[in-house]
């Protein structure tokens, strides 16, 4: 039996190309998908957020979980940590969205904690929300104090 060559331009490699192109990963890869968003503080720049975590812990397993580094402007682009390998965007369900603070900057840190509510900073108070996927970017709002 010889040896299969996909040539170019041939069937075989027209649907090569499709299967790539869909996604088609193979193995154990999780089927993500994008998931973008802000943080907005009412009356405020959300500047002394950049650098932080947000973080989403599913309902239904909490070893499934999406994070991301809080950007100037309080943007974020989720991404899943799926058997040692970091894939972009997030796995559908439910979940609950916490903050995780930085020990990078001892200073912005200690702003956050003075001046925002502490709940969204601890999995079992966040009041925080959301169910991915979703076609619109998701808006978190932070409350003061």
């Known amino acids: 039996m010889k040896n299969a060559i996909v040539k170019p331009g041939s069937v075989a490699s027209f649907f090569l190309a499709v299967m790539l192109a869909a996604g088609c990963r193979g193995g ?9 968003g802000i943080i907005v503080v009412e009356n405020e720049d959300s500047a002394a957020l950049a650098g932080h975590q ?20 309080g943007h974020f682009a989720l991404s899943t940590m799926h058997d040692g390998h970091v894939w972009p965007g997030a796995l559908p369900g439910d979940y609950r969205v916490m903050l995780i603070l930085s020990d990078d900057d001892p200073t912005a840190r200690k702003l956050v904690l003075q001046v925002y ?17 979703t076609r619109d970017p998701l808006i978190f709002r932070l409350d003061r104090q």
Do not use: H, N
């Open 28 to 36: 154990d890869v999780p089927l993500t998908v994008a998931v973008r």
């Open 54 to 73: 947000i973080e989403f812990v599913s309902v239904k397993d909490s070893a499934v979980r999406a994070f991301a580094e809080i950007q100037p402007g």
């Open 117 to 133: 509510d502490r709940k969204p900073l601890d999995l079992k108070t966040t009041p925080r929300k959301a169910a991915i996927p």
